[in-house]
């Protein structure tokens, strides 16, 4: 009789083990770079049930039971979790039960010359728990002073934190050329201005800077500034042609029918073009086009500019 019983128990043994083995591996269409939150008071079937519909993993019994053993009665801890790679059920446990959350700081390049909507758009792709809304809300008086730049962020980073940190940036940079800009007698909030045109009108420094010295000295004549970046941000698109009623439309952002600057930079300026606004090159013209190569044009007076247009833009 004893024999039959050891028999039987080694038989349990076994299938309890193979079954474990079963369930302890990685579903196979397990979801790499998976993010997750598990909120505090969560119960534990919850959050093993919301693994197992999310294939993180096979059984959520398991996943309740391996969590139960290695943690106790504390279970799963609650926070942000990163799972880069497939991994088996226990593993998963053992994760949930010491807090290991593993996240890892995601990069994410800004390019200059966007505005606050292509900012928010770039970091929502790149960082799941990102709310592209309530950055543009926080934002929403800081175009121009968000810097453009090269940064490194964990995953559940929050809008206000990124906003603080593009601000900082900012403000250090700023502090660089510091000096040049009270040389330049401007305020701060002019030429931050003038370098969000700058950069959507040229795309070297040196166009810049004469382009920088052609709209100044419009302004110091009280002539508008005419420039086509100024429409396209009303509009929200830098890519379509502009049509004569586009030049009419009303708004503060409108450089053909106001003269002065616009109410607020149309984009975030990187520090070689807010160079460019406060050592702008001295010349005869007063006007500019680019042609269908990129290759700049300019002219002293207006009808030397209508011919620039028919010869290079027809």
């Known amino acids: 009789m004893r024999r039959y019983f050891l028999i039987f128990i080694s038989i349990a043994l076994f299938l309890f083990a193979f079954v474990q083995a079963l369930?302890?591996?990685?579903?196979?269409?397990?979801?790499?770079?998976?993010?997750?939150?598990?909120?505090?008071?969560?119960?534990?079937?919850?959050?093993?049930?919301?693994?197992?519909?999310r294939h993180l993993v096979r059984s959520a019994f398991w996943l309740k039971a391996f969590v139960t053993l290695r943690g106790g009665s504390a279970g799963a801890i609650a926070g942000d979790y990163f799972f880069k790679e497939r991994a088996s059920a226990l593993r998963i446990a053992e994760r949930l039960v010491s807090g290991e959350y593993g996240l890892e700081e995601t990069r994410v390049a800004i390019p200059e010359g966007l505005t606050n909507k292509e900012m928010a758009a770039i970091f929502a792709r790149a960082l799941p728990k990102f709310s592209a809304r309530e950055f543009l809300t926080l934002a929403a008086q800081k175009e121009g002073y968000l810097f453009p730049d090269t940064y490194h962020f964990l995953p559940n980073v929050s809008a206000e934190t990124v906003i603080a940190v593009l601000e900082r940036n900012f403000n250090k940079k700023i502090s660089e050329i510091e000096s040049l800009v009270q040389m330049f007698k401007k305020p701060l909030k002019d030429v931050v201005i003038m370098a969000s045109i700058l950069e959507?009108?040229?795309?070297?420094?040196?166009?810049?800077?004469?382009?920088?010295?052609?709209?100044?000295?419009?302004?110091?004549?009280?002539?508008?500034?005419?420039?086509?970046?100024?429409?396209?941000?009303?509009?929200?698109?830098?890519?379509?042609?502009?049509?004569?009623?586009?030049?009419?439309?009303?708004?503060?952002?409108?450089?053909?029918?106001?003269?002065?600057l616009p109410p607020t930079p149309i984009n975030n300026p990187g520090l070689e073009t807010i160079l460019a606004a406060v050592t702008p090159i001295k010349s005869k013209y007063l006007y500019f086009l680019v042609d269908k190569n990129g290759i700049m044009h300019y002219a002293i007076t207006h009808d030397e500019h209508v011919v620039n247009k028919e010869k290079y833009l027809q």
């Open 200 to 260: 959507a009108e040229g795309r070297i420094m040196e166009t810049r800077r004469i382009i920088s010295g052609i709209l100044w000295k419009r302004l110091s004549i009280g002539m508008p500034l005419q420039v086509d970046v100024t429409i396209h941000y009303i509009k929200n698109d830098k890519n379509t042609a502009l049509s004569l009623d586009d030049l009419k439309i009303d708004s503060p952002y409108n450089t053909y029918i106001h003269k002065g």
């Open 23 to 53: 369930y302890n591996r990685s579903p196979l269409d397990f979801p790499r770079e998976t993010f997750l939150t598990i909120e505090k008071g969560t119960p534990l079937q919850a959050i093993a049930s919301d693994f197992e519909k």
